[in-house]
């Protein structure tokens, strides 16, 4: 003797109907546990970025205020976000920048347009030929630029 529905369209229904409960389930209970933007982040009005030249092997550490263009070799970038954990939470930087290169007598070409973490800037990286750049950190004051060369 067997259990369960007559016919394979019951038994579809049925498991269909049990996985779309499971995943709202899941939702449900992640949307409770998810704390509100302003709990989260905190804006701050200075980012602090590296930046790699990959022909000189030059590291540079600079800062860039928001909504200001900063040039590093041929690119320019521009800082519109720059978010911080709070210090009780897991330490953790993001930024949503645009980067541009603009080569000596050709148009100015759009090469990054998204957020990067600090914590892993690998997730969406700035692919470039000639130079890496990438968040280190927010701050709400500025410190002295740095600049360094790797040996």
Request: proline share 8%.
């Amino acid at each position: 003797m067997t259990f369960g529905f007559p016919n394979p369209e019951q038994r579809s229904f049925t498991r269909t109907l049990a996985r779309l409960l499971a995943v709202f389930c899941l939702f449900a209970a992640g949307a409770q546990s998810v704390p509100s933007r302003s709990e989260s982040w905190l804006d701050m009005p200075i980012a602090v970025l590296q930046g790699l030249d990959k022909i000189t092997a030059r590291v540079s550490t600079f800062t860039v205020k928001m909504g200001e263009t900063a040039r590093y070799g041929t690119l320019n970038i521009v800082v519109r976000a720059c978010r911080k954990r709070p210090p009780t939470e897991t330490p953790e930087s993001a930024a949503f920048w645009e980067i541009e290169e603009q080569n000596p007598g050709e148009p100015l070409i759009s090469l990054f347009n998204g957020w990067m973490f600090a914590s892993s800037p690998s997730l969406n990286a700035l692919e470039h030929p000639v130079y890496d750049v990438w968040l280190l950190d927010c701050r709400s004051r500025s410190t002295q630029p740095q600049s360094s060369a790797s040996e």
